[in-house]
């Protein structure tokens, strides 16, 4: 209930923002504003996540996607510096997918390559903001980030989500942990663990 009220709240507050936002996105960057993709929720069940786009659709001369680092824009670098673009999740927390505080919703195609302790994370439902992106966001190692995701839904209170929030603000002003192009310095999860690595190696 209160992470429905605070949602409401918040895109009331926020919606201009997103507006205006939106709109420089459908400028600078054409259709469509919002980028959609199906994540795992609570118990792995698939929702629709939210985001402004941060990138062109641009593909190569064999109709291959471009590196993401090759298609962010200067406004997408803007909106990931700022965390802006994750704005319209407040929709996704509005709907009853997601929660405030709580493990990142990852992509789909990781769900076999979790351990019996990192499926925790989807014992709760995934959030704006997590432990884990208080401590290092991108520049942790996938097993790190993981391990933070279960000690979060063990250590769950009202208390330690009001800690992360506080956290959180304070690494979006300091820009702790973001990653523009995440894909330069490590492997996506399925693949790093069919290679037994940790991170891109050059």
Not at 177 to 196: N, Q, S, T, Y
């Amino acid at each position: 209930m209160l992470d429905f009220i605070f949602a409401a709240c918040g895109l009331i507050l926020c919606s201009p923002i997103i507006l205006v936002t939106g709109l420089m996105v459908r400028v600078n960057m054409g259709k469509p504003v919002f980028f959609r993709q199906l994540r795992p929720g609570l118990n792995g069940k698939p929702f629709t996540l939210y985001k402004l786009r941060t990138m062109r659709e641009q593909s190569n001369t064999t109709e291959e996607l471009l590196a993401d680092g090759l298609r962010l824009t200067a406004l997408g670098k803007m909106l990931r510096l700022t965390s802006m673009d994750e704005l319209p999740q407040l929709f996704n927390i509005l709907k009853g997918d997601m929660s405030f505080v709580g493990p990142r919703p990852l992509l789909i195609k990781y769900l076999p390559h979790y351990t019996a302790r990192e499926q925790l994370r989807h014992h709760v439902r995934p959030g704006l903001t997590g432990l884990a992106q208080v401590a290092g966001r991108n520049q942790l190692k996938w097993n790190e980030r993981l391990e933070l995701d279960a000690c979060y839904v063990e250590q769950q209170s009202m208390l330690l989500d009001l800690k992360i929030i506080g956290l959180t603000f304070v690494a979006i002003l300091q820009r702790k942990g973001i990653v523009l192009d995440p894909g330069k310095f490590m492997l996506d999860l399925d693949v790093e663990r069919a290679h037994g690595s940790q991170s891109v190696k050059s």
